[in-house]
């Protein structure tokens, strides 16, 4: 089964609104292990406007399962932050300075040559290393290339088209998620991923491992409570 890993970037969004630590991004995370999430994933930026880097040194030496830091490894702060706390996992995502969110997957035929570099240094440290792909065979056929372990599929395109034509909205991810089991490449998946298009989604795409999930997840917890909700996206993964 899919693991469920909680992308806490809105807490710390929350939190850095009124400055102070309410709430306190450490205890939500706590929270969320305690209720289920098998995984915390932080999404820090240059300008620190949700996660603050010291935010993830404090995780790290707090949470029991899996860590996952995604960003940008142009960055070369970026780059040492991952190294210095060695997370479980390092998500590679093409973001560009002041984006709001992740809009694209990696070029990994323009960048292949790049990304081996990167994808070599983080498993050098002992860190398993995703890349943010489209859902597009090529691009996974030259991830492969770089000898990454896994692909985190953008799952916006997907959650988009969800309610209008599902079979048709996830026929690509099927195609992408069928290509990276014949390369041998895990398969992770994120990105508006919610209590109406997770199941579908997680039925459908094989051997599957894990999905990050943030915003969504925050937003329902706001109505039905952070337990109901870690609980509930876990029975759409389970079930």
């Known amino acids: 089964m899919a693991k469920l890993s909680v ?29 289920g999430a098998e995984g915390i994933t932080v999404h820090p930026r240059p300008d620190e406007r949700h996660i603050r880097y010291q935010d993830t040194f404090d995780l790290k030496a707090a949470i029991a399962t899996e860590f996952n830091i995604e960003g940008n490894c142009r960055e070369q702060k970026f780059v040492d932050l991952v190294l210095a706390n060695k997370p479980a996992q390092v998500t590679l995502v093409p973001d560009a300075e002041g984006q709001i969110t992740s809009n694209h997957g990696w070029d990994t035929i323009k960048h292949q040559d790049y990304l081996r570099e990167m994808v070599s240094i983080f498993q050098l440290a002992g860190i398993r290393v995703s890349i ?51 390369l041998g490449l895990g398969i992770n998946a994120g990105h508006d991923l919610d ?18 999930i943030g915003h969504a997840l925050i937003s329902d917890a706001l109505y039905l409570g952070l337990e109901n909700t870690v609980q509930m996206y876990l029975r759409q993964l389970n079930d």
Do not use: W
């Open 7 to 35: 992308n806490i970037n809105k807490i710390a969004t929350l939190r850095n609104s009124r400055g102070g630590n309410n709430p306190d991004l450490v205890k939500v995370a706590l929270d969320c292990e305690r209720f």
């Open 132 to 182: 943010f792909i489209d859902p597009v065979r090529e691009m996974i056929e030259a991830a492969k290339t770089t000898g990454t372990d896994r692909i985190e599929l953008y799952t916006e395109a997907y959650a988009a088209n969800f309610a209008k034509d599902r079979v048709t909205a996830i026929a690509p991810y099927i195609q992408a998620a069928h290509t990276a089991n014949k």
């Open 195 to 212: 209590l109406q298009n997770l199941k579908y989604f997680a039925d459908n795409i094989p051997n599957l491992l894990e999905v990050s």
